[in-house]
């Protein structure tokens, strides 16, 4: 679906490197530890953002990058009015960023909204979850695919956003079949028609997407962010903090 980003009201706070740098020190001094390369790296994105411009940036290990990215993305956002995505190298970081996120949402006392964002196939869909086990003859499945079907159906009673890697390690690695009926059910672009699709309203993948069209900052990863998803809508977002940036070309091939 097409996102057409509306985040939440810019607040008053005005946007500056000066003044981003105040308030990363003020973070500092809640519990972080003082480095001067990430204060300096913390004043080059905040120039970019509000110069409009690109910027590479080759940080060490130690530099402290994540938050350093961070808090400038969340108060440009915020103060702007306009949402940043943060793309990653793998799904497993996109996951991690959630951690970041909270510590900076701590750090700097500042409401905000994040979204995760991953590729369609990561969501389950469904209308072929309805559809596949209508056609299944449960009297004819063994104990491992019974089993399977009441884990699915339980965690999807709870699961908030439907991504099938949210589910146990231990059940997906102990009972294999999980995987093999999973794959099945994954949303998929090539079949999916909003227009005639009786679940539209409640799919996960369109909740995703509408969260993120308010969200202030936006997580995906390296091949989302390639992916030809955006091909007919073209990509609806501005700002764009790459992480990992190296890995973009092998991504981009792969």
């Known amino acids: 679906?097409?996102?057409?980003?509306?985040?939440?009201?810019?607040?008053?706070?005005?946007?500056?490197?000066?003044?981003?740098?105040?308030?990363?020190?003020?973070?500092?001094?809640?519990?972080?530890?003082?480095?001067?390369?990430q204060l300096a790296m913390v004043t080059a994105v905040s120039r970019a953002l509000q110069e409009n411009r690109f910027m590479l940036i080759e940080a060490p290990t130690g530099t402290g990058k994540t938050f350093a990215y961070l808090a400038p993305g969340v108060l440009w956002a915020r103060s702007q009015g306009e949402p940043v995505v943060i793309s990653t190298h793998t799904r497993l970081l996109q996951d991690q960023m959630a951690a970041d996120l909270e510590r900076v949402r701590h750090s700097l006392g500042m409401a905000f909204q994040a979204q995760l964002l991953k590729g369609m196939n990561n969501y389950l869909c469904l209308e072929r979850t309805t559809a596949v086990f209508a056609q299944t003859d449960v009297a004819q499945l063994d104990d491992e695919e019974r089993f399977a079907w009441l884990y699915l159906f339980s965690w999807l009673a709870s699961s908030e956003d439907g991504l099938l890697d949210r589910q146990s390690f231990w059940v997906s690695n102990t009972f294999p079949v999980l995987s093999q009926i999973q794959d099945n059910l994954r949303a998929d672009r090539g079949e999916c028609s909003p227009q005639r699709c009786a679940a539209c309203q409640v799919c996960f993948h369109r909740l995703a997407y509408d969260r993120a069209a308010q969200a202030d900052i936006v997580v995906m990863n390296h091949a989302l962010l390639l992916a030809k998803e955006w091909e007919q809508e073209g990509f609806p977002f501005t700002r764009v903090i790459v992480d990992e940036a190296h890995n973009l070309e092998d991504t981009a091939t792969s």
């Open 1 to 37: 679906p097409p996102i057409t980003p509306v985040p939440p009201p810019a607040t008053d706070v005005p946007f500056t490197p000066e003044s981003v740098q105040q308030q990363f020190a003020e973070m500092v001094a809640r519990g972080l530890k003082k480095r001067e390369s």
